[in-house]
Each structure stands twice: as C-alpha cells, then as structure tokens.
C-alpha cells in the first residue's frame, strides 16, 4: 500500500479481541491456565493411571499441575497417589491434597469407600460445580480432569462449567475399545471441545525378563483412531507390571522409577501433550487477531 499515489507511510496495528466462550458459564476456575479433560469410552482401559503418571510428568517438566478426580463411578486417584484423607477447609474453600507435586482433589473424598454411588445428573453437576469453584487451586499451568467413562452427565457439565483447552482420549488396542472410544470423541466434538489427541494404553506386554514387547490386545487401534479423526497419536503405553504395581502402592512409576523406560514414555506422551495445547492455543488466538490498518496520507 505504501506505493499507492499520495500515501507517504503505512502503520499496521494488530489488536487481539477478547475470545468469546459460547458453552455454559466457564469462568469457576480462572486461576487455572490450561483444562484437559482425560476420558475413556469405557472402564478398564488404564484411565486413571495415564492421569497419575501424565500429571507427574509435567510436573517433572517444570508445571504446576492438579487433578480434578471426577470419576465418580470408581474414584480412584486418592489410592493411586498415595494420599487419602478427609476434605480440609481453609475457609470457605476446599484445599487439595498434595502428593508428588501434584495436588489433587477427589469425589472419593466426599463418599465412604463401599458406600454405592446413585446420583442423578442435577447431583453429579453440583459436585462438580464445588470441586471446580470450591477448591483453592491456586495458579496452575494444567488441570487434569479424570473423567467417568463413557459419556454421560459428569462430561456435559464438565463442558459447560470449565473452559476447557481440549480432551485426551486413552483407549486399548482391540476393536471393542476404540468403538467405545469413538462416542466420546463425538461427544466432545458436539460441544466444540477440541480433541488433543489419542493416548493408546496397554499396547504390548514387556516381558520383565528378556523385554520383548508382545500385542496381547491386538495392535494398531490407537493409530487408526488418531488417524480417523485427524488428530495425534500422543503416545503408547505397554502393559507392564511395574506401571500396575506403582498404582496399586500410591507410587506412580513416573515417581517412583523416574529413570525408567516406562516413565520416559509417559513424558514422551506430556511433551506432546504439552505441545499440542500450544499449539492449538496460538492457532486459536491468532483466528481471532484483527488487523488495524492506519493510513498518513500527506
């Protein structure tokens, strides 16, 4: 523009609007940096033990990092992190537990431990609703939210209630898994949550004496579902006894064997995490750049 006839110079001011948020309320937790929802399409697939040891690994990283334990069908980060013990106030606000740098808030921590859970919706949004809003986060870079499987009430209100920055799906190799999985994945796409990525747990076993890598559950399933929905596969986890033994004694192997191949895994799987929330963070803010162009004409 500078070369059109009677223009001396040419200013470009760039103003970064305001990102509006379309779903529900999402401002209980501003203090809070980054959101990631963890889910599966159903129990058993290693969930919540991929939250332990992520959360850890970023912490590992330099982050400050919390979990939002939401699974209210089965509880069960308290156990996995070592750390169970009644709610604590300070004030009117809840406070977290703390466990290898990782705090952490759990709905375990509001029912006893063989009390069965019957709630409907308006309940499971309440609970939610406190241990979003209720709880003295403080500034953290991520909250991992460790999700019930499937979809249900507890991912709607999470979607309207959080500001979320994206979901982690974490699925097994076979077919009847990633299956499940995919209805998650729709469901996070209807209320416009971006998905980060797949996370294939369970991959292979490792033999504990020789470390050959064998595909109990099939293979591949985490690959085609990161491929069909056009989104990365973070990263695959192998079945091994060290990983399962460190949920069980409140130790993650993250923690607990920081120098192992398993951990350095779940910290190859938290850098791409990390760097997929970057990127798609930039990629939005800059969606929503709007060019100023002032013209000093002489």
């Known amino acids: 523009m500078a070369s059109v006839e009677g223009v001396e110079r040419v200013e470009l001011k760039v103003e970064e609007e305001t990102l509006s ?18 889910s599966s399409g159903k129990g058993g697939v290693g969930k919540s033990t991929v939250t332990a040891n992520l959360a850890i690994a970023l912490t590992q990283m330099g982050n400050k990092v919390g979990i939002l334990d939401a699974d209210i069908l089965g509880p069960s980060i308290p156990t996995m992190m070592g750390v169970e013990r009644p709610v604590e106030l300070f004030g009117k606000r809840l406070i977290p537990a703390q466990a290898h740098g990782v705090s952490y808030i759990s709905f375990g921590f509001f029912v006893k431990e063989k009390d069965p859970v019957i709630w409907r919706g308006p309940m499971v949004d309440g609970m939610l609703r406190q241990l979003l809003g209720d709880v003295d986060w403080r500034e953290l870079d991520y909250l991992l939210v460790d999700l019930p499987p499937g979809t249900g009430d507890a991912q709607l209100s999470l979607s309207q209630l959080a500001k979320l920055d994206g979901a982690v799906a974490v699925t097994t190799p076979q077919d009847v898994a990633v299956a499940d999985v995919k209805k998650g994945m729709g469901m996070f796409q209807k209320v416009e949550v971006p998905i980060l990525g797949v996370i294939e747990n369970m991959s292979s076993f490792v033999c504990p004496s020789c470390g050959t890598e064998t595909a109990i559950f099939s ?80």
């Open 21 to 38: 948020l379309e779903y529900g309320e999402r401002n209980l937790i501003p203090e809070v940096r980054c959101v990631v929802a963890v």
């Open 219 to 298: 293979s591949g399933g985490g690959t085609l579902l990161a491929s069909e929905y056009e989104v990365p596969l973070l990263g695959k986890v192998p079945l091994d006894p060290v990983v399962r033994e460190g949920g069980d004694t409140g130790e993650p192997v993250v923690a607990a064997h920081p120098d192992s191949p398993q951990a350095e895994r779940f910290r190859e799987i938290a850098q791409a995490l990390s760097e997929e929330v970057t990127k798609r963070n930039l990629k939005r803010r800059l969606t929503h750049v709007k060019p100023v162009f002032t013209l000093n004409q002489a």
